[in-house]
């Protein structure tokens, strides 16, 4: 006992909030009001959601993005989140990581993207440590002999998990939703992306993702995760309701889910742009 | 005052202060740097300006002079402030000042403006004060500003892409703002957080210089130079005991050098300070010439380039099809058991290269132009172009005949490793005998590439694209399609001998079986 309190002296505290099924919506209120009125850190851990849905980046252009006719006749709820980044079909199957730290959390680490993904990209290897995983590694395009810039978490060649982050003043979310395992249907929601890294090289959906499921069972990367957080931070459990104590109550969180008839006005805006 | 005494001690240490003092506008390691570069007063080591022109135009201004008085009699002939030539003493504000988009993470090239959170012309800006939102790729990230001033003009609106450097907006900077900074680091440290307005801030462009124990502008003490009055003995009036134009002024007048009554002439005088001022306060750096030495691996790129430029070169175009390197490819990945090794398209490239330059070694030469003599090299020592944050560098891969496919994926990964990280030794770049240049990865069809001395070709493969061909029954399919460009030194090797070689190239590339024919 003393022995680990001695190892955990310095360490700095992160509340750990394990919640299961919570609605992808919800988490999104929930990490952007604790990214603007806490000032601890936390680590959140959300294992699967309950209905699918497609969350899109803060500046994700709908007619650009997703299959809005199919969307629109399947009944799939359309969110647009806080952070920047791709869009992703999320259900069940997913498992959802958040770290939201202050700017000084980790030492070291200076808050911009590279180095936030940089920090997180060790801590996730050593989450996949011993497992037998092909590549998972630095996105270093080795075509182009130079580096990428870091992206995605991939196995191989394939994404297993994306992620985007938010970088305030003085705290910083990074936040992740793993594939453990998901439905080949839903992927046909989303359009090729404009916009894709370099290693995607084209690939439609189904032949750039892979699924966790296939390497490490859902508790064990649940476990691991948390042993991997719990050697860079102080563990404190937390509850859902002690986050919703620290919260102000002025708070206006941004994600929201995109009405029907914004997706409409989407497919409209579509045709005419292809009409002219 | 606890600034002087530790200015005294230690003027120079500027270890960790960036980090309290900038937010995500500045990124570290380019402040370390000015800060390194200002206590030597020397320019060394410009090229690593480059990357931070744009996050401290300033810095520019304070390198390129390194006689910190004499530097502001030179006309710079700069944009500064849009005021009147009054004296500073007469108005209460600074000058304008453009605030970039600084860095916000290697690799990021340009961001989203999402938003802004100062509205209108006139608002007041606080520093450390958010000033705007933008994205980069996968990140938002709040800019704040490193000034304390207010809102001049806008110059992007939010859904506008704006490129790292670029001017966001344009702010007129408090002239409280100035008098409340020195060099002095440890005050900084301490206000993490704090009351802002009194923030003590280190800026390396043009603030008011601490030095021989009086604080006052740059453009203060030249005119007192100018006046041939001792600074010491002027009262200051400013902040902290801040030596003013006016006080200056009235010293000189009650000392009988200047009456009072040619305060016009003196206005003259300080007409000409009020560019001085202006540059202490302003900067319309944007359209001055930057002028950078030449070093390192680009210092190494013009003297090979200039020999280059010597050799008659003529460049052999063709289209490969890599339909079957791509499948190869995909099936070395699924096959892949090592985590560390991804594979790519390259060392399939690479050994097959090497095969044909078994048929043709006279492309795998050395040409002594003293001599008259070719040297048909041995070892196949394939150089690989790369592109890193330090310039344009070539190792190669030694005795790639001897080496298998999986060898040479290995060791282009470490080779690449120690190129980013500038860790190349000079083993490693030397001794190449032929080079190949990926440039397609990065972009464009195919290039027309120079030779890399003493070498006598080089290989530039463009973008592979999936276009459509037809097939031999008239059929059309989908193909990828690289184009490659050889460059060639005509003194050793002509068209024919060329083409030859690289349909034997081209053969292994689309037949990698055959590569199996000549295994051992």
Redesign the interface.
Known sequence: MAVSQTRNLGLPLINLLRLKGVPILQQLHLEERLLRTSSDNWCIINDGTIDPTIVMGISGKPQELLEIESILRDDIPVIRRFTGGGTVIVDQGTIFVTFICNKDAVPGLQSYPQPIMSWSSLLYKKVFQGIEISGFARMIDYASCTAVVLSDYVLGDRKFGGNAQSITKNRWVHHTSFLWDYEISNMGYLKLPKRAPEYRQARDHLEFICRMKDYISRSSFIDRTIEAVGSEFLLRSAELEDAHCTLGSKFEPSSRLLRKQELGEAIFKSLTASQS | MICRKIYQKNPWSFSQWW?CVY??TV??SSVADAAARSSSFEMGSLSRVQATIFTNPRTLFFLSNRYEGNALSTSFGIKGCKFTSQTMADLPIGGVVDVPLAQ?????AEC?L?KWFVQEVRDQVEE?Q?LCEV????????I?SRYTGKVLKFLHVPGNIVKVGETLLKMVVDENAFSNQCFEASEVMKVQ?SNVSELDVVDLGLRKAKIGGVLATPAVRNFVKQLGVNIEDVHGTGKEGRVLKEDVLSYAASEGILKESSASSAEQYLQGDQKFSDISSAHGWEYEDKTIPVRGFQRAMVKSMTLAAKIPHFHYVDEINCNALVELKASF?KE???????H???PVLIKSLSMALSKYPLLNSCFSDELQEVTLKGSHNIG?????PHGLVVPNIKKVQSLSILEI?KE??RL??L??ANKLSSDDISGGTITLS?IG??GGKFGSPLINVPEVSIIAMGRIQ?IPQFDEDGNVYPASIMTVNIGADHRVLDGATVARFCNEWKLFIEKPELLMLHMR
């Open positions: 980090r937010s995500a990124p570290p916000t993470g290697e690799g990021i989203e999402l450390f958010p994205q980069s790729d996968k990140a938002t990230i709040e704040t957080g990945q892949n058991s090592d985590s560390g090794v991804k790519t398209f390259l690989i172009a790369m592109a890193t994926t282009l990964s690449q490793e190129a980013l990926n990865a990065i999936k």
